[in-house]
């Protein structure tokens, strides 16, 4: 089996397809990533996949015509929200060119065999149920933790903090940045070290870039680290960022806001915070609680490693397609080579 996986940039989606390829590839199941700006029947000819991945937004003529040259071949695509409820602009929402696109795609193949995106199912039910009413089933697949690069972090003295946060800072993050994060970042008794590709506005503790293969070091040596979500996500309790998973996995200990879906992924392994004042009272308090902090952060450990690891999703996958027993195969790969604890 060959799986096939389009991808259109480096950005947190691009290292949660990563993610997929690790597993499938750890598992003896072959997969490989391609950017979509290379020409579609190139790709597709040399390699020629059993599995398709991809998303509705960039789906073209080219690839079109690759997927209906392969009867056999299985097809799943991410999308925007479709459904008659008014959105939030910053939500992915499908476009009317999209649907034309996957018209064409259905009416000559009967494909997708079905349509993703990173919310749980419940909600993915909700936010794209016009899909359904078009006959394609939905499948939620959430983020997840790429327990290749970030299981079981290390304690370096160097990276040692009160408060670690890699991510950037951008206009639309910033809505939220601005009230939860950077009112700790000007409180200057804390020790706080800050990654990432743009400049932040405290630049003392901007750090600029670091290596991935020390993300999950910086995790564990921080006492705390925060986790944010982005505006809408707090406005509709939906969408739950990487970053947490991460956290979690490499042993860390998050704080993060208050998003419901996140609340029903992570339960008692995550600090919750319903407001900005109390996610600094959090802090504070927990900069103080090693023995409490050990507790959560382990019982966080045990949750991302016991269903929501880049394993777990490519076994999803494989459900979804109704790839029984590739997707065992890949969850006794994934026992055969990680332990919880």
Request: net charge negative; glycine share 8%; proline share 4%.
């Amino acid at each position: 089996m060959k799986i096939l996986i389009a991808n259109d940039g480096i950005h947190a989606h691009y290292y949660e397809r990563l993610a997929w390829c690790n597993a499938f590839n750890a598992s003896g199941i072959e997969a490989r990533m391609y950017d979509v700006k290379v020409p579609a029947f190139g790709i597709f000819d040399s390699y020629e996949p059993d599995i398709f991945i991809g998303q509705l937004y960039n789906l073209d003529r080219a690839t079109i015509k690759c997927i209906q040259a392969r009867p056999h071949l299985k097809v799943a695509l991410r999308s925007g929200e479709f459904n008659n409820k008014e959105k939030n602009p910053h939500i992915l929402s499908v476009g009317p060119e999209e649907l034309s696109q996957l018209r064409t795609l259905q009416d000559s193949t009967g494909k997708p065999d079905f349509i993703f995106s990173y919310y749980l199912q419940k909600d993915i039910d909700q936010t794209h149920e016009g899909f359904s009413k078009m006959g394609i089933k939905l499948v939620g697949i959430p983020m997840s933790a790429d327990v290749h690069t970030y299981y079981h972090g290390q304690l370096r003295p160097e990276l040692e903090c009160d408060i670690a946060f890699v991510g950037g800072y951008w206009p639309y993050k910033a809505q939220v940045l601005d009230i939860f994060l950077l009112p700790i970042l000007a409180d200057f008794r804390y020790n706080v070290k800050i990654f990432g590709n743009q400049m932040w506005p405290h630049t003392n503790q901007y750090s600029g870039v670091i290596a991935d293969d020390l993300v999950r070091d910086l995790f564990v040596s921080a006492k705390i680290c925060p986790n944010l979500s982005e505006p809408h996500s707090q406005q509709y309790g939906i969408d739950v960022n990487e970053r947490a998973f991460k956290v979690l996995a490499a042993g860390g200990f998050c704080i993060m806001d208050n998003v419901r879906a996140a609340r029903e992924i992570f339960g008692h392994g995550v600090v919750f915070a319903d407001s900005p004042k109390e996610f600094r009272d959090l802090i504070q308090y927990y900069l103080t609680q090693p023995e409490e902090r050990g507790k959560i952060s382990k019982a966080g450990h045990n949750i991302v490693m016991g269903a929501h690891t880049n394993y777990h999703r490519a076994a999803l996958f494989m459900n979804s397609f109704n790839e029984v027993q590739a997707s065992e195969r890949i969850l006794n790969a994934y026992n055969n080579h990680f332990q919880q604890g």
